[in-house]
């Protein structure tokens, strides 16, 4: 297969914020030709400015039934630019009644509609589409991405956008393989009869998704890529802060042919919309990503029609520095696990224990590193990294910032707000911290690492433990067996080895402990949308 390779200037790592450990890097994900062609294509020609003007200014509304409409309150609100803090576009609000219209269409569309009837092929090839509709317009992606959420456009172009593209294949793939088992059974108090014992995988019904602004795109499609698979319909609900690119799938949805009903869209607030969304009687499955304080929330709400849950909450991430350890490569892996998109990510290495014979080196490393990172609107190419998502964001992790150092951090790079416009802050590598801390147990969610030296593995596995999350953790040796032996002994649903950050369709993504229940991609997110039914037939 053709591969494509991106010679990043150093360091790639904070470019695009997958790091491995030595060499440049590599996107598989690209590979066709017709996606090298559309890249390339992407890389050569100015942005899309016109069409992506177009689209913000227009009016945005709620996709339900397959068409556009206004709320049903005829109330707006507005989504910002957050490199700027002005209003970029203002959208409906959706809220219960349109949730119960939208709900409405997506049952009538999983029990009578066309979409039930067609055949695992055709729905592949629905979803296929899909992705190859947004592969066309990737550069317009890109750009709504950045806008909205404020990250790089460069880094929406290289990695959410195929991200996305890529994880609709995928799950395209999995429409024609949801099988179930035939089971030999032996009824002991049947004796003497013969059974043909099978079981179906058949769809959950109508879902529900709430996503969060930190990967608007990347988390629709990791919600609605398993769902359509599997045959279900379903009501999304876009982050209030980012709904512009749900949007703007959501026409693409349209284009590619999918019956009127089996996505609807209904941008609004969580407590509102997202709020009656979880508690709807006829909501079979409600899958969220977002913070561990509204996943209890929405547990509870679920619990009325006991609707199957599914969620992907915070993190607080160990990321494990050994001695042994390539220098550069560890330095760059270790900046990179924390600053990616910000350290708005559910997974960001945000504690970073180092062997204390190479803690100095490593905490000077990642200090250079963050001070070297070029911080400015998304826009601009020749930035790193652009601002939070809000100006709550900046608030609460600000907030952070002045908690640790009133408990005796020690800022070794930035430590503030950068700027006064816009919601930025500075890479920051705080020390002198403790397990006690808030900083320490607390996830920031921004790009704000606290690094802690070790000595003793037994006592480093009980630390890196230490928390109510499990959801990643980063390993940095040379040794095979220790690394190994560790990952084994982390509680966390994924284990990065000298690299992180590592995401893949086929790779399944989730949390133990508060960190969430059920995994995204990989095939095991087809068991989160589908229900087992045992058939058993005397003979
Ligand atoms: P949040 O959990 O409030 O928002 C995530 C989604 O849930 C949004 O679509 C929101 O509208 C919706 N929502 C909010 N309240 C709801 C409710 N009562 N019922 C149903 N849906 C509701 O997260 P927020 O406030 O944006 O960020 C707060 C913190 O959450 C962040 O600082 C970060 O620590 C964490 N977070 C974690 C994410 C992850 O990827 N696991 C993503 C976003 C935030
Ligand atoms: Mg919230």
């Known amino acids: 297969m053709p591969e494509m390779r991106y010679n990043f200037q150093q360091p790639p790592q904070l470019l695009i914020g997958f790091s491995v450990a030595r060499g440049s890097l590599r996107l598989h994900h690209l590979t066709s030709a017709r996606q090298e062609k559309n890249m390339a294509t992407a890389l050569k020609i100015a942005p899309p400015e016109d069409k992506v003007s177009r689209f913000v200014s227009k009016t945005h509304k709620i996709l339900i039934n397959g068409k556009w409409a206004d709320a049903a309150s005829g109330k707006t609100f507005p989504t910002y630019n957050p490199a700027t803090g002005e209003v970029l576009a203002q959208v409906a609000e959706g809220d219960r009644e ?22 695992p092929s055709e729905r592949a090839r629905l979803i296929y589409k899909l992705a190859d509709l ?5 550069e317009e992606f890109a750009e709504l991405e950045s806008l909205d959420n404020g990250k790089p456009l460069k880094v929406a172009r290289a990695a959410d956008v195929p991200l996305a593209v890529d994880l609709f294949r995928y799950m395209s793939g999995w429409a024609t393989k949801i099988e ?75 284009e590619a042919g999918f019956p009127d009903g089996v996505v609807n869209i ?11 969304l979880a508690a709807h009687p006829d909501v079979d499955k409600i899958a969220f990503t977002g913070s561990t304080e509204v996943g209890k929330l929405i547990l509870h709400a679920a619990a009325g029609n006991l ?76 930035n790193d990294m652009g601002p939070l998502v809000s100006a709550e964001q900046l608030n609460r992790v600000c907030g952070y910032l002045e908690s640790g150092i009133s408990e005796g951090a020690r800022a070794v790079a930035g430590g503030s707000r950068h700027g006064d416009k816009g919601y930025f802050v500075k890479p920051t590598v705080l020390v002198n911290t403790n397990e006690k801390m808030k900083v320490v147990r607390e996830e920031i969610f921004g790009p704000v690492v606290t690094a802690i030296p070790f000595r003793d593995p037994a006592e480093l596995v009980k630390q890196a433990n230490n928390s109510e999350y499990g959801l990643a953790a980063g390993i940095w040796t040379r040794d095979i067996q220790k690394a190994h032996r560790l990952a084994s002994q982390l509680r966390a649903g994924t284990v990065w080895i000298n690299c992180y950050n590592i995401f893949d369709a086929a790779l399944p993504f989730g949390g133990y402990k508060q960190s969430g229940w059920g995994r995204e991609m990989g095939h095991e997110v087809l068991e989160q949308y589908t229900e087992v039914k045992a058939v058993c037939a005397a003979l």
């Open 134 to 138: 947004l592969e066309d317009n990737l």
């Open 180 to 254: 179930g088992n035939t089971i030999p059974i032996s009824v002991p108090y049947a004796a003497g009869a013969k059974f043909l014992a099978y079981t179906l995988r058949e769809p959950v019904g109508v879902v529900g998704q709430i996503i969060p602004w930190n990967f608007p795109l990347l988390m629709a499609a990791w919600k609605l890529g398993p769902a359509l698979a599997t045959g279900n319909t379903v009501v999304l609900k876009p982050a209030e802060q980012t709904p512009l690119t749900a949007l703007r799938l959501g026409e693409l949805f349209q």
């Open 98 to 119: 349109d949730i119960n219209r939208a709900v409405k269409a997506a049952r009538t569309a999983f029990e009578n509609g066309p979409w039930s009837r067609l055949t």
């Open 266 to 276: 209904v941008p609004g607030y969580g407590e509102t919309a997202g709020a009656a």
């Open 307 to 382: 609707k199957k849950v599914s969620l992907e909450l915070g993190g607080k991430s160990p990321n494990v520095v050994f001695a042994d350890v390539d220098l550069d490569s560890a330095i760059a892996g270790a900046a990179s696990a924390i600053f990616f998109n910000h350290g708005q990510c559910c997974c960001a290495g945000s504690r970073l224990y180092v062997e204390d014979s190479i803690f100095d080196k490593v905490v000077d490393g990642v200090a250079e590193h963050a001070n070297k990172i070029k911080v400015g609107s998304g826009q601009d190419d020749s």
